[in-house]
């Protein structure tokens, strides 16, 4: 099978990978998966009719990424050099990539977190060119002719968004395409997925905003949003002509809210490789975190007393990802939620409250308040903390500087080194500043943030701020279930996932919570070599290479198959071939 309609890719007699295109001339520079811009060697330029069309100088990608990294620290906006990033992967993917790679930690929170969410909000102002596939209302009745459209005859993974919880920011109607387009740069840049196996999708049915509906320049279709059973039947056709037309893709679903995001993956995950990285992705980076702030502190898991400060899709993903980690190391599934405490808008889960289903699990009983000294029904934050005596704080709430003073200094009343995480992003969401957790706890708490933080300069001493940032396991999780070909992402495979990252960080930094994000590409193909070995012994692996394989033969063959952003030689078929 091509790779794609405009060229393929083979191997010659000693094995080496090389183009054979299509196309030619303009139309070759056109596209952003085989444009080399400058770097076509003189041999190319004559049997590409590129000849004349280039400067003169076959540039080599070293000296492209220094001349694009010169420009783009000229700019000074931080969405303007999104836009420019964004502007560069449409004209040379390759060039953006590696580039990418060689500065992920500086270019990660402009692709991603925080500033993407400012892309999203102008993404039909600043739209250039088309990327990626949308499904919509419009076309949904012959969403697999749509899908026919698409180039890419080979996609392994597809991240896919309805746009109705973009990171704190809520309903963003189609802007949500670029939450899918920022998710997959990190897939290839950080998580070896080669660019020719990736596909955004944003799944257009409709918005609920009218300043969107409104707006003139809004790209999207232009009425509310589908619910319910329409809703639903929107869904199965995508998902039932997506599998058709690329039968070994996974599906990470992305920013789903809170009232479908835990039916959409129940819905799908047997019928097509999928999971939710909102729910499960954050619920692993989350668990890896705290487990290596115990490491730090000498404890274990189990010796935690856990509160998660909001309980929608994130929220409650980490509250099963903690309940998992209590259960792996050998507690009960009681004693487990004994040590649980989850809070949502109106104060802590009870049972006696009216609520959504996917949160009544972790519901207290009633009588495990009594005797609490609270001032209402529902107790706060704070009385929960006070009470509950809490050692572990994670805020996954969306609101801003809902951890003052007086909440962290409870929490060091009952634990000298609390572990206070405010991971609710973008940075304008996060629940408080790192610098003034330390500064209320004497530098004593463990600190993570959801969004990047500059080290903290405290009595003398440096903290860095570790980034609970989804980027440190779900490259891995997909690219090892793309590789194993398992059938499902099963629970076990996510949880291995998280696992991974713990040790990893263990490992590497045993005095931080997070490795930094520099080391993204490592991190992931550990995950996916762990995420592999875990899709095996569940018996979920079809790729037949890797059974029976050990861990070090798993690792090889994940290194191998890494994408690395490098020009492939072309080499025009010749006539009559």
């Given at each position: 099978?091509?790779?794609?309609?405009?060229?393929?890719?083979?191997?010659?007699?000693?094995?080496?990978?090389?183009?054979?295109?299509?196309?030619?001339?303009?139309?070759?520079?056109?596209?952003?998966?085989?444009?080399?811009?400058?770097?076509?060697?003189?041999?190319?330029?004559?049997?590409?009719?590129?000849?004349?069309?280039?400067?003169?100088?076959?540039?080599?990608?070293?000296?492209?990424?220094?001349?694009?990294?010169?420009?783009?620290?000229?700019?000074?906006?931080?969405?303007?050099?999104h836009i420019f990033l964004r502007n560069l992967q449409d004209r040379n993917e390759v060039l953006f990539f590696a580039l990418f790679a060689d500065h992920l930690s500086e270019m990660l929170p402009i692709l991603y977190t925080p500033t993407v969410g400012e892309a999203v909000k102008q993404f039909s102002h600043i739209y250039r060119y088309p990327r990626g596939f949308a499904a919509s209302t419009d076309n949904i009745r012959e969403i697999a002719e749509a899908l026919s459209n698409t180039p890419i005859n080979d996609v392994r993974l597809a991240v896919a968004t309805d746009s109705s919880a973009i990171l704190g920011i809520g309903d963003q109607g189609f802007g949500g395409l670029a939450i899918s387009i920022g998710k997959l740069?990190?897939?290839?840049?950080?998580?070896?997925?080669?660019?020719?196996?990736?596909?955004p999708v944003e799944l257009d049915v409709g918005t609920n905003r009218a300043d969107l509906i409104n707006d003139p320049l809004y790209l999207g279709v232009r009425h509310r949003r589908l619910s319910g059973v329409e809703y639903y039947e929107f869904m199965d056709r995508f998902v039932e002509a997506?599998?058709?037309?690329?039968?070994?893709?996974?599906?990470?679903?992305e920013?789903?809210?809170?009232?479908?995001?835990?039916a959409?993956?129940?819905?799908?995950?047997?019928?097509?490789?999928?999971?939710?990285?909102?729910?499960?992705?954050?619920?692993?980076?989350?668990?890896?975190?705290?487990?290596?702030?115990?490491?730090?502190?000498?404890?274990?898991?189990?010796?935690?007393?856990?509160?998660?400060?909001?309980?929608?899709?994130?929220?409650?993903?980490?509250?099963?990802?903690?309940?998992?980690?209590?259960?792996?190391e050998g507690l009960g599934q009681e004693e487990a939620l004994e040590r649980l405490f989850v809070l949502d808008s109106k104060g802590l889960l009870l049972r006696n409250?009216?609520?959504?289903?996917?949160?009544?699990?972790?519901?207290k009983d009633p009588a495990h308040v009594q005797g609490w000294q609270v001032s209402g029904e529902t107790p706060s934050l704070y009385e929960t903390i006070v009470n509950a005596k809490g050692t572990v704080l994670l805020g996954l709430s969306g609101q801003p500087?809902?951890?003052?003073?007086?909440?962290?200094?409870?929490?060091?009343?009952?634990?000298?080194?609390?572990?206070?995480?405010?991971?609710?992003n973008p940075t304008s969401s996060s629940e408080a500043i790192p610098e003034e957790i330390l500064r209320w706890t004497n530098g004593k708490a463990l600190v993570a943030a959801g969004s990047p933080f500059a080290p903290v300069e405290h009595g003398g001493e440096t903290f860095p701020i570790g980034q609970g940032n989804n980027a440190f396991v779900f490259p891995g999780l997909g690219f090892g279930t793309v590789l194993s070909k398992a059938r499902e992402v099963s629970d076990a495979m996510v949880l291995e996932a998280s696992y991974a990252l713990y040790d990893y960080t263990s490992k590497h930094h045993p005095d931080r919570v997070y490795p930094p994000t520099s080391e993204l590409r490592e991190v992931s193909q550990y995950v996916a070599s762990r995420v592999i070995r875990q899709a095996i012994k569940e018996g979920l692996a079809q790729e037949e290479r890797l059974v029976g394989l050990g861990m070090e033969a798993i690792q090889a063959y994940v290194a191998e198959r890494f994408w690395q952003p490098r020009y492939l030689p072309f080499k025009p078929a010749k006539p009559g071939q």
């Amino acid at each position: 099978m091509m790779v794609s309609r405009y060229y393929d890719v083979k191997r010659d007699e000693r094995g080496k990978r090389y183009i054979e295109p299509f196309v030619e001339g303009s139309v070759l520079l056109g596209l952003p998966l085989l444009n080399k811009g400058t770097a076509f060697t003189h041999e190319e330029r004559k049997a590409l009719k590129l000849e004349g069309l280039l400067p003169p100088h076959p540039a080599t990608l070293e000296e492209q990424k220094e001349r694009n990294y010169r420009r783009y620290c000229l700019i000074e906006n931080d969405l303007e050099k999104h836009i420019f990033l964004r502007n560069l992967q449409d004209r040379n993917e390759v060039l953006f990539f590696a580039l990418f790679a060689d500065h992920l930690s500086e270019m990660l929170p402009i692709l991603y977190t925080p500033t993407v969410g400012e892309a999203v909000k102008q993404f039909s102002h600043i739209y250039r060119y088309p990327r990626g596939f949308a499904a919509s209302t419009d076309n949904i009745r012959e969403i697999a002719e749509a899908l026919s459209n698409t180039p890419i005859n080979d996609v392994r993974l597809a991240v896919a968004t309805d746009s109705s919880a973009i990171l704190g920011i809520g309903d963003q109607g189609f802007g949500g395409l670029a939450i899918s387009i920022g998710k997959l740069a990190i897939y290839t840049a950080a998580g070896g997925l080669g660019p020719d196996k990736a596909l955004p999708v944003e799944l257009d049915v409709g918005t609920n905003r009218a300043d969107l509906i409104n707006d003139p320049l809004y790209l999207g279709v232009r009425h509310r949003r589908l619910s319910g059973v329409e809703y639903y039947e929107f869904m199965d056709r995508f998902v039932e002509a997506f599998h058709q037309r690329y039968p070994s893709a996974v599906i990470q679903w992305e920013d789903f809210s809170k009232d479908t995001a835990f039916a959409v993956l129940e819905r799908y995950r047997k019928v097509l490789p999928s999971f939710n990285d909102d729910i499960q992705g954050t619920g692993a980076v989350t668990l890896a975190g705290v487990l290596s702030a115990c490491r730090i502190k000498g404890q274990n898991l189990s010796d935690q007393r856990i509160l998660v400060y909001g309980a929608g899709a994130g929220g409650i993903g980490v509250a099963q990802a903690i309940l998992d980690g209590l259960l792996r190391e050998g507690l009960g599934q009681e004693e487990a939620l004994e040590r649980l405490f989850v809070l949502d808008s109106k104060g802590l889960l009870l049972r006696n409250r009216s609520m959504e289903g996917y949160k009544q699990k972790f519901a207290k009983d009633p009588a495990h308040v009594q005797g609490w000294q609270v001032s209402g029904e529902t107790p706060s934050l704070y009385e929960t903390i006070v009470n509950a005596k809490g050692t572990v704080l994670l805020g996954l709430s969306g609101q801003p500087g809902s951890f003052t003073g007086p909440i962290v200094q409870a929490m060091q009343a009952s634990a000298e080194y609390p572990v206070i995480f405010p991971l609710s992003n973008p940075t304008s969401s996060s629940e408080a500043i790192p610098e003034e957790i330390l500064r209320w706890t004497n530098g004593k708490a463990l600190v993570a943030a959801g969004s990047p933080f500059a080290p903290v300069e405290h009595g003398g001493e440096t903290f860095p701020i570790g980034q609970g940032n989804n980027a440190f396991v779900f490259p891995g999780l997909g690219f090892g279930t793309v590789l194993s070909k398992a059938r499902e992402v099963s629970d076990a495979m996510v949880l291995e996932a998280s696992y991974a990252l713990y040790d990893y960080t263990s490992k590497h930094h045993p005095d931080r919570v997070y490795p930094p994000t520099s080391e993204l590409r490592e991190v992931s193909q550990y995950v996916a070599s762990r995420v592999i070995r875990q899709a095996i012994k569940e018996g979920l692996a079809q790729e037949e290479r890797l059974v029976g394989l050990g861990m070090e033969a798993i690792q090889a063959y994940v290194a191998e198959r890494f994408w690395q952003p490098r020009y492939l030689p072309f080499k025009p078929a010749k006539p009559g071939q």
